[in-house]
């Protein structure tokens, strides 16, 4: 299976800081990335797909570029609302593999 | 409308047995994997397996290679993670999901607890 390596683990960050997280893949897997939030209590929800696309209706202030093996997902002023754990996903290879995920706290 | 349905959450002792469903309704069931997810409380997603309805092709993590089976009915569109003998570190939040090979739509069930306890 691909490894997905993600870092931070943690982060805390003050309200309108920018913030990001970064994944790093076993393997090219060209630009098969998702990002997903995943608030207590519900199932993660998808807010970037093929690396670096928004899903439709997600705020603007997210981001995520790379390709091959290195991805950095990115909040441009992060809002209380954002508070969350954030996962990337690969889908190059089955299974889907996650990274470890990365919990997002205010300072 | 793509849904996933999960069976409701349940509490089990060690030993026992269980098997909980997932039923999938709004694309064609034979032609999608879908994988079931574990989340162990405070801790992250882990892939356990997936399912190809079609020609039933299983294929486990390594983790969870003989310690789960998974399956899928055909005929009522559903599919099945079950366990001969719960353990606590059963503990967790299961997720069913639908996924396309080298594709980024993954849909997600609403998750079944499952509770371990002596």
């Known amino acids: 299976d691909i490894q997905m390596s993600q870092s931070p683990s943690s982060l805390a960050a003050s309200v309108g800081d920018r913030v990001s997280i970064t994944c790093q893949a076993s393997?090219?897997?060209?630009?098969?990335v998702n990002w997903y939030q995943q608030k207590a209590g519900q199932a993660p929800k998808l807010l970037i797909y093929d690396a670096s696309n928004l899903e439709i209706g997600v705020p603007l202030r997210f981001s995520g570029g790379g390709y091959g093996t290195d991805f950095t997902f990115t909040i441009s002023s992060l809002q209380p609302e954002d508070i969350a754990t954030y996962y990337c996903?690969?889908?190059?290879?089955?299974?889907?593999?996650f990274g470890q995920g990365t919990k997002l706290e205010i300072k | 409308e793509v849904q996933l349905v999960q069976s409701g959450a349940e509490v089990k002792k060690p030993g026992e047995s269980l098997k909980i469903s997932c039923e999938a309704s709004?694309?064609?069931?034979?032609?999608?994997?879908i994988g079931w997810v574990r989340q162990m409380p405070g801790k992250g997603l882990e892939w356990m397996g997936i399912?190809?309805?079609?020609?039933?092709?299983?294929r486990y993590s390594p983790s969870f290679q003989g310690q789960v089976t998974i399956s899928a009915d055909k005929s009522i569109r559903t599919a099945y993670l079950q366990w001969s003998s719960l353990r606590a570190s059963d503990n967790a939040m299961y997720y069913c999901?639908?996924?396309?090979?080298?594709?980024?739509?993954?849909?997600w069930g609403q998750g079944t607890l499952v509770i371990v306890s002596s």
């Open positions: 399912i190809y309805p079609g020609d039933s092709d299983t």
């Open positions: 999901v639908r996924l396309t090979s080298s594709s980024p739509r993954h849909y």
């Open positions: 393997q090219d897997i060209s630009n098969y």
């Open positions: 709004g694309y064609i069931f034979t032609s999608h994997w």
């Open positions: 996903q690969q889908y190059h290879n089955l299974p889907h593999t």
